[in-house]
Every structure is written in structure tokens, then in C-alpha cells.
């Protein structure tokens, strides 16, 4: 790495009290985020009908909708954040996310929901960049490899998690009879709200902000300046790897939230079952995936390879991208639901893979920064062009049911080749960032 993009050093972290009883709460708070986040498109279908939308405005509510404000809030957030008292800033955003989610089931139209969702991108925008820097605070460099793992396979897991308990949720919401006025999807959307809200409480009473690693006396000083620095003089690394990270999450999102309406328009299933099937096989093979697949680029560092993220990065294109575009053009369900699996095993532990390549290679108080760029590029990518990109093919180039199969399809095409290639031209550099580390 070079030398003089920055002017920190790396430093160990000192033991904090009760920090599994704090990675424990910022794991529930990650879940919960995950089920907010996604609800919308377990119910898609039906709010789609209740309100009139099209496949257009549907994957700007899915993706754009949530994900510009979600990157534009992450880098000014994460400077808060690397200055700030995180376990309040956290607080905060916990809070607005689940007060526009419970909003969002007393939506009108298109317009209101858009706000709503505006609102929920721009709480969660805090969660992650925080975890980091307290994990980063709360454990030595060789121990945070585990804590990571765990939260960021959180995310990953209720990715697909979310669909088993939104049509749980949507299931009860047709029978209750607490709300029989209110229509099941937005009884739906409320109800999921509820446990940030108490979550709230219970992290305000008992979790308190770490002491913050100081590796040299001036790098207070110095934050403001570092960021840019650090990316430019690393830029060989950077840009391939930013490239590939983004292009490749506009498909994991793209099939993410577009799964429940695929089964739901090519095999007729109903909301609540296709949410169930999704889930079912995307929630154990997404938990064997981010378990495993960090692990074996662990194990191939050790064994002397430092670039071992970047190739297990490069696997996790190669294998699931042909078989999404088969499972999407055959029209057999169970090629389908199998192409779903694969996709859910290697797809969605790129984020974490990318997000703990971050934190490796980051000092302190940048740490916080880097894996808000890293975000910001997965999210501007993933939920601004996938879902959108996809809807808008659907409608303006494609036709009929399987018009939303025939875009991802042609995406996964021309994604999977040049993901791969970025991967590529980032590995030496990745690798020799890797080398270069001081502890």
C-alpha cells in the first residue's frame, strides 16, 4: 500500500466490556433493518395493484427510491459517526427508519410511498458505517475477522429471511382482526415496524460507546483530509474493485427484489407463497454462503495468500451468474427455485466480503469512511440500476409475464463478464494492500 496516501498508522484496539452483548444488539438492529428494507418487495404484488403502479415505479420504489438517499446520506453520516457518539447516532436512526416504515402503510399513492421510503433509506444509511467503526474499536485487528462475519451474514440472511416473514406476516394480516379495515399489505408494512421501536429502548439502556483506538496524537487533525487521500493513492486497487463490487450487486438486487413477482407472474403462486418459497431456499443456502465463503478466503490468506477475498470474490460471479440466466429462460419452476439457491449461496456474501476488505485495509478513524464508499457504490449500483434497470427493460423492451425474466436474463449477460475482469485487475493491488499491513 502506499505509504503516503494517508497519515495513520494501524493500531490494535483495546478490550471492551460486553462488546458480544453489543455485536448481539447491532446484529437484531441489522436484521431488523433487513425485513424494513425489503418488506416492500414481498408485498410488491399486491401494493402494486392497490395502487397502480407500474413495473417502472415499482423498481424505482424497490431500488432507486431507497437507494440514492441511502448513498448520498452514507458519507456525511459516516463522518458523524467517525466523530461522534455512535450508540446515539444509531439511536436516532433506528428510530426514523421505523417511524417511514410504519408511515408507509397509510401511503396513498406512488408519491407518498416514494417519501416514505426516501425515509427509511436515510436512517439505515447509519446503521452499518457505525458497526463497523464499534466492532473496529471493540476488538483487536486479528478478532474482528468473526464479529464482522456474523453481522454482515445478518444482513445477507434476512435478505432472503425477509420474504419468509413478510409472508408470514401477510398471511396473519388476511385472518387478524385487529386492523379488518386495513389491507393486508399495509397491516403488513406496520406491524414489521414494531420491533425497531423497542429495540430502541432496550440498546439505549444498556450499551455504551466504546473508547476510540488512537494510533498517534495529530490523527484527530488529520481525518477530514485522509479519506480522498487514502482512495487516490490506492487507486490501482480502488476503481476495479468499486467497478466490479457495483455492477455485481445491481444483480443481486435485482434478483432479490424481483423474486416473489417472478413466481408470482410465471408459475402463479400466490403473494404469501412465493415469499415462503423464496425464502426458504434463499435463507439456508445464504446462511451456508456467508458462513463459509468468508471463511475459505481466510483460510487461503493464511495459507499465503493475501489476495484470497478477491478470488473467492471472483467464484462468487462465476458460479451463480450462468445459473440465474438458465433458470430465468427455461420456464421450469424447479430450474428456477434452483437458480434462486445458487444465486442466494454466492451472491449476497459479496457485501460482506467487500465490507470486511474494507475494514482490513482501513486505519481507525477511516474505517467508518471506507466501508461507507463501499456501501455507497453497492447501493448506488445495486438498488439504484437492478431493480429499476430490470423494470424499466421489462416495460420498455420486453413483454408479457416473463418480460421481468428476459431483463435480468440480459443483465446477468453483460454484468457477470465484467465483474469478473474488475475483480481481476483489482487482485495484485488488493493483495499487496493486504501485505503491506503493520499489525
Known amino acids: 500500500m502506499n505509504e503516503q496516501s494517508t497519515s495513520f498508522t494501524y493500531a490494535d484496539s483495546k478490550v471492551h466490556p460486553g462488546r458480544w452483548y453489543a455485536v448481539g444488539c447491532l446484529i437484531i438492529f441489522y436484521a431488523i433493518s433487513m425485513v424494513d428494507r425489503f418488506i416492500l418487495s414481498a408485498v410488491a404484488q399486491p401494493v402494486s395493484q392497490s395502487l397502480g403502479l407500474t413495473n417502472t415505479q415499482m423498481g424505482l420504489l424497490l431500488g432507486a427510491g431507497f437507494a440514492i438517499l441511502y448513498s448520498v446520506a452514507g458519507i456525511p453520516v459516516a463522518y458523524l459517526i467517525d466523530r461522534g457518539n455512535r450508540t446515539r447516532i444509531i439511536l436516532i436512526g433506528v428510530s426514523l427508519w421505523s417511524l417511514m416504515t410504519a408511515a408507509s402503510a397509510f401511503t396513498t399513492d406512488f408519491s407518498t410511498l416514494l ?10 444509511a447509519v446503521l452499518t458505517p457505525a458497526a ?11 478478532e474482528r475477522a468473526l464479529p464482522t462475519s456474523l453481522y454482515m451474514a445478518t444482513g445477507n440472511i434476512m435478505a432472503t ?6 409472508g408470514a406476516v401477510y398471511q396473519y394480516a388476511g385472518t387478524q382482526q385487529l386492523m379488518p379495515a386495513m389491507e393486508a399489505w399495509r397491516f403488513t408494512l406496520f406491524a414489521v415496524s414494531l420491533p425497531g421501536f423497542l429495540m430502541v429502548v432496550l440498546f439505549a439502556l444498556s450499551v ?45 438486487l435485482g434478483v432479490i427484489s ?13 403473494a404469501s407463497h412465493a415469499s415462503y418459497v423464496f425464502g426458504s431456499v434463499g435463507l439456508p443456502t445464504s446462511v451456508f ?33 450462468p445459473a440465474i440466466i438458465a433458470g430465468l429462460l427455461s420456464g421450469q419452476y424447479w430450474l428456477l427455485v434452483t437458480a434462486f439457491a445458487i444465486c442466494m449461496m454466492f451472491l449476497p456474501s459479496i457485501s460482506v466480503m467487500t465490507c470486511l476488505g474494507m475494514q482490513m485495509i482501513s486505519p481507525s478513524r477511516l474505517r467508518a469512511r471506507t466501508v461507507a464508499v463501499n456501501l455507497l457504490v453497492i447501493n448506488l449500483f445495486g438498488y439504484t440500476v437492478g431493480p429499476f434497470l430490470s423494470g424499466l427493460l421489462a416495460d420498455r423492451v420486453f413483454s408479457g409475464p416473463a418480460a421481468i425474466a428476459f431483463a435480468l436474463a440480459t443483465m446477468a449477460a453483460v454484468i457477470g463478464p465484467v465483474a469478473i475482469l474488475g475483480f481481476l485487475f483489482a487482485r495484485r493491488h488488493f493483495g499487496q494492500m493486504m501485505s503491506a499491513q503493520k499489525d
Not at 417519501?115 to 439505515?124: K, L, S, Y
Not at 463497523?132 to 483487536?140: A, C, E, F, H, V
Not at 484527530?220 to 455485481?248: Q, R, S
Request: one cysteine or more; aromatic letters at 6%; charged letters at 15%.
Open 208 to 252: 455504551r460507546e466504546p473508547a476510540r483506538v488512537t494510533s498517534q496524537p495529530t490523527e484527530h487533525k488529520t481525518t477530514v483530509d485522509a479519506l480522498l487521500p487514502f482512495l487516490v493513492g490506492n487507486k490501482a486497487m480502488f476503481i476495479p474493485f468499486f467497478l466490479a463490487t457495483g455492477m455485481i450487486s445491481s444483480l443481486t
Open 115 to 124: 417519501i416514505c421510503r426516501a425515509g427509511v433509506a436515510i436512517g439505515e
Open 132 to 142: 463497523m467503526s464499534l466492532i473496529g474499536d471493540m476488538y483487536l485487528r486479528k
Open 289 to 321: 454462503g456467508t458462513l463459509c465463503l468468508p471463511w475459505l478466503a481466510g483460510k487461503l490468506q493464511k495459507a499465503g495468500r493475501p489476495d484470497g477475498i478477491i478470488l473467492i470474490l471472483m467464484l462468487s460471479v462465476a458460479i451463480p451468474v
Open 161 to 166: 429471511g425477509a420474504f419468509l416473514i413478510g
Open 258 to 270: 424481483w423474486a416473489p413477482t417472478l413466481l408470482i407472474r410465471l408459475h402463479e403462486l400466490t
